[in-house]
């Protein structure tokens, strides 16, 4: 039986969550109060594209509601998503070689051409892409400049109907590499009544920030979502 395994990543309710950050990681740095309203950036990132208009709107709206900045990653940040799925398939393949090897029959399809795709990467293109992250993320701090977090779709949309999915997870993977803390705000509602999220984005190692930011975020956004 697999452990329960904590993230980094937390949706937000508007009340208890500083404490519960702390109970969970046994970090009492972690509640943190702000002295002042955060400074916030609306990142669409380069996968905008992708966004449904629901999310796009929810988005809009609560960047208004926030008198939130408009914020443009700078032209190094283009293609991580593609850079992390390298890392990722690569990794998968290499850690499944024993079974892809022995069993392909029994590993489900969609696994099976991952680990295909991933031996077909060749090492100098997982280097290429580890050092793309590694790259961004020494200069994500200094590129955030006065803005204590960022906001950002939580996903593309909502929810996929059923379990075979969890959905594109394009507004994720990105910070995922970064190795960015990032907390989930619910904001809107969808036409069939689904919540939509925004990601609350913070620097590398600041944690206790960006976690108050979103509860300042949330509790403003509360009667909206």
């Known amino acids: 039986m697999m452990k329960p395994r904590i993230t980094r990543r937390a949706f937000v309710t508007r009340t208890g969550l500083t404490v519960g950050a702390a109970a969970l990681t ?3 740095d972690l509640e943190t109060k702000l002295d002042r309203a955060p400074r916030l950036g609306v990142c669409r990132t380069y996968e905008w594209d992708r966004v449904q208009p629901e999310m796009r709107k929810a988005l809009d709206e609560a960047a208004r509601a926030l008198r939130a900045d ?6 190094r940040f283009k293609g991580l998503r593609e850079s992390h799925t390298a890392i990722l398939w690569y990794e998968i393949a290499r850690s499944l070689a ?4 022995r069993f392909p029959d029994k590993l489900d ?5 991952r680990c295909t795709d991933g031996f077909a990467l060749e090492p100098k293109d997982y280097v290429r892409a580890q050092q793309h992250g590694a790259e961004c993320r020494a200069h994500f701090a200094q590129t955030l400049g006065d803005y204590d977090v960022l906001l950002a779709p939580a996903s593309t949309g ?4 059923g379990l075979s999915s969890t959905g594109d997870v394009a507004m994720n993977v990105v910070w995922t590499l970064l190795h960015v803390p990032c907390v989930a705000v619910p904001a809107a509602k969808s036409a069939s009544g689904m919540p939509l999220g925004l990601q609350v984005i913070g620097r590398v190692g600041d944690d206790a920030r960006t976690l108050a930011c979103a509860a300042w975020i949330a509790d403003k956004l509360g009667s909206r979502a």
């Not at 024993?98 to 090897?101: A, G, L, M, P």
């Open 26 to 28: 046994n970090r009492q």
């Open 70 to 75: 408009e914020f443009e990653l700078p032209g």
């Open 98 to 101: 024993d079974e892809f090897t």
């Open 109 to 113: 399809p969609a696994l099976r051409q």
């Open 158 to 161: 909502e929810a996929p109907k």
